[in-house]
């Protein structure tokens, strides 16, 4: 089973930048699609971004389109969300999710 490691957040001061990493120990498929989650104090989880392994097409909620941009280093089975011009409403835990597979999360803190 895969798993995955997320690091990269902390607290930063709003329109800073923050970049997440989400390293797979492995890969199962060329297809698979990697997505970020984030969950804010007393919110639902909810959808950020999502990309392949092939990179094209990635998709983003609209409140972070321009600002959230994801790549992946295949040869490292690596997935990178970069955030910038951080708003305090990006506050939360960010979650990497393979399939049914998910990260430990971690937390980024946006300060105002």
């Known amino acids: 089973q895969v798993q995955l490691i997320e690091s990269g957040g902390g607290l930063v001061q709003a329109g800073g930048s923050l970049r997440l990493s989400c390293a797979a120990s492995k890969r199962t498929s060329s297809d698979n699609i990697m997505r970020w989650f984030r969950q804010a104090p007393g919110k639902d989880r909810e959808f950020v971004a999502a990309?392949?392994?092939?990179?094209?097409?990635?998709i983003y909620r609209d409140d972070v389109k321009g600002r959230f941009t994801l790549s992946t280093d295949n040869a490292n089975n690596t997935m990178y969300l970069q955030m910038n011009n951080l708003k305090p409403e990006d506050t939360a835990v960010y979650y990497c999710n393979i399939d049914e597979t998910w990260g430990q999360g971690i937390r980024v803190i946006v300060s105002s």
């Open positions: 990309i392949s392994w092939v990179a094209d097409h990635p």
